[in-house]
């Protein structure tokens, strides 16, 4: 009689105790659900989550290390965990069928938590603005293909990737691994100028994808430019090379091919530390490097070596040179930051109502006179042109559309007020439907693509 009551009381217990155990756990994941869901929820707004599959295994850097802890917002709101309510009300009799059903939808719903899990579907529509790649990418640029197509080279690496900015899609072009690479310059069929840094040694070549039927990524084949070349521009429509060469005794402009082949110098100078634009219209602009407070000047570099001034004694001046026009953005700092337009050769400048150095703006294609602006929200120094450049400091900005003809300015997109984020925008770049902007941000050197229209 003892020994029944025994196993009855031990059988009541076991029951009891498996009850609250199973309402435990479903307590404890419906709290993580809605933890994730917020996370998901914000993360969606900047961008973050976004399912971005690779061509390859092998993929980014990045993508490799993280990819299986990331749970896209699609996922989420396609695939919402839970547990049935009925897997309760079951009863003893059902007891199993009960501790099955919950226990099956909660590992199912905690399934999209642990490594692997993550879908490799390409998201169906990209936030306005989203973040491509959060490694450091060394450069990038919109290239020509049959659609619109982002092109960008991991720093860590020196993979090349390529992305659908409408789709989010990404796929690995290259399969040469190539460590720190610190700069690249695309030209417009797709072909990189990398700076590598080694040993303290910087070297700057030029580069080829060769292709391969057995193989579907490329081979990148590089060819050494030298040590002494500086800076070096591809040409926006043809295979050619502008280069800056330095020495103790200044520096010289030199035209050449892609590999270096038949150089031309187009001008020399006893000064060292120039910036060189040059526009698909295939002119050539050369600026002298800004530094707070120092005066500089601005030139369009004709093909005889002649200088036609464009800005001159302009306290910490940058320049961006429209194509297939004479109209010129410029920022000074002279300890306070101005920026200004001129519409064409003929007018003077004008004073715009925002407050950016235009390392941080670009021009619209087209022929008529829009620019697009990264506006600190406050210019944190006095310094600040020479601080910003040595990544000293840091700017929240907001794009800004510019009307060069008006002089006017009109707020585009805050990243702060609509997804809470804090960007510092640096070499921007523009597609040719005037569709997209991409940028860095110095903070990270991450890669950021804005829709300009919603």
Known sequence: MIHTDISRIFKYASIGLIFVLIIGLGGWYIYLRTQTSSIDAASSGRGFRAS??????????????????????????????????????????????????????????????????????????????????????????????????????????????????????TTRVTNTLIPKVYDARFARDGS??????????????????????????????????????????????????????????????????????????????????????????????????????????????????????????????????KATSTALLIASDAGVVSTLVRPNADTAFIILPVKTIVDKCLWAPGNNLIAYCAVPSSIPSKQFLDEWYRGEIHTADSWWRVDASAGSAQLLFSPARESGSSLDAETPRIDNS????AFLDSHDKSLWILRINE
């Not at 490799?64 to 003893?92: C, H, K, L, V, Y």
């Not at 005037?434 to 902007?437: A, L, M, P, Q, R």
């Open 434 to 437: 005037g569709t997209y902007i």
């Open 192 to 321: 990189p100028v990398i700076k590598t840094l080694e040993n303290d040694v910087r070297t700057t070549y030029s580069a080829t994808l060769a292709s391969s039927s057995n193989e579907t990524l490329a081979t990148l084949v590089l060819t050494p430019l030298g040590n002494n070349v500086a800076d070096a521009v591809p040409n926006a429509t043809s295979r050619e090379l502008l280069s800056l060469i330095e020495s103790e005794n200044g520096s010289s402009i030199v035209r050449s091919g892609w590999n270096g082949s038949k150089p031309t110098t187009l001008f020399s100078s006893s000064l060292s530390g120039w910036r060189m634009y040059w526009t698909y219209d295939n002119k050539v602009y050369i600026a002298q490097k800004a530094a707070t407070g120092v005066p500089g000047n601005a030139y369009e570099l004709l093909g005889n070596g002649e200088l036609v001034p464009l800005a001159r004694s302009v306290s910490g001046l940058t320049i961006v040179p």
């Open 52 to 169: 971005i599959p690779t061509s390859s295994s092998l993929g980014s850097t990045f993508t490799n290390i993280i990819s299986g802890f990331r749970r896209t917002p699609s996922e989420a709101s396609e695939n919402p965990p839970g547990i049935s309510p009925q897997s309760f009300s079951s009863g003893i009799s059902n007891f199993s069928e009960g501790v099955k059903t919950a226990f099956g939808n909660l590992i199912s719903g905690l399934g999209s938590l642990v490594p692997g899990s993550a879908s490799s579907t390409p998201i169906k529509q990209t936030p306005r603005l989203w973040q491509v790649q959060k490694s450091p990418v060394a450069g990038f640029r919109f290239i020509a293909a049959t659609t619109t197509t982002l092109r960008f080279m991991e720093r860590s690496s020196g993979y090349i990737f390529d992305v659908n900015p409408a789709t989010g899609k």
